[in-house]
């Protein structure tokens, strides 16, 4: 009976965290930081190497080998895998975090409608998916914190330029480099 209910709040906690997400994903296409360009590639790369390190994506390293699934080319009409995705972040075809979501998406697509719904491979997919939603979120909702701290300490630096006549802008922008490297905890010497 003891079992049971852990059981029972087990399952409810999971199906509330579930439901979180989703409302999380439905969400997402509203946040402006989702559709952002980025200016470098670092931080789409830096995504790409954890979704890409991640146990579930080993299938979806490479393209799919035509000898091992038979139809494939046929069947697929828009092959792609995360090696794909990668050069496509590096000559800047997936510029932002939404374009490289649609991409990893279609590549769960395709694993799902080339193997059907109830095979190995699309419960994989399912996994896999689960952890890229979950990277997705998680940078999306990072960037976002960072563009408000950016966003306050832009306006704290206003709101100070104000109340000095505009002197106090550089001493509140750049600290004293003594207490510059006080605060970072080094000498200052190199």
Not at 94 to 108: E, N
Request: proline share 3%; with cysteine; hydrophobic share 45%.
């Amino acid at each position: 009976s003891k079992k049971e209910e852990l059981e029972a709040e087990k399952k409810a906690k999971q199906l509330r965290l579930s439901f979180e997400k989703q409302q999380a994903l439905l969400t997402l296409d509203q946040n402006d930081i989702y559709h952002q360009e980025h200016i470098e590639t670092t931080t789409l790369l830096a995504l790409w190497k954890r979704i890409s390190s991640h146990r579930t994506s080993a299938v979806f390293r490479k393209p799919v080998n035509p000898l091992e699934a038979p139809g494939y080319q046929e069947r697929i009409l828009f092959p792609i895998d995360l090696s794909l995705i990668r050069k496509m972040i590096v000559c800047r075809m997936i510029k932002s975090y939404a374009g490289f979501h649609r991409c990893v998406g279609l590549i769960c697509h395709n694993c799902v409608k080339f193997n059907g719904r109830e095979s190995d491979y699309s419960a994989l997919t399912r996994d896999f998916e689960d952890n890229v939603d979950e990277k997705v979120l998680e940078a999306v909702r990072n960037a976002s914190a960072a563009a408000a701290a950016a966003k306050a300490a832009a306006e704290s630096n206003k709101a100070v330029a104000a109340a000095t006549g505009g002197a106090g802008v550089a001493a509140a922008a750049a600290p004293p480099v003594a207490g510059a490297a006080a605060a970072a905890g080094t000498s200052g010497a190199a």
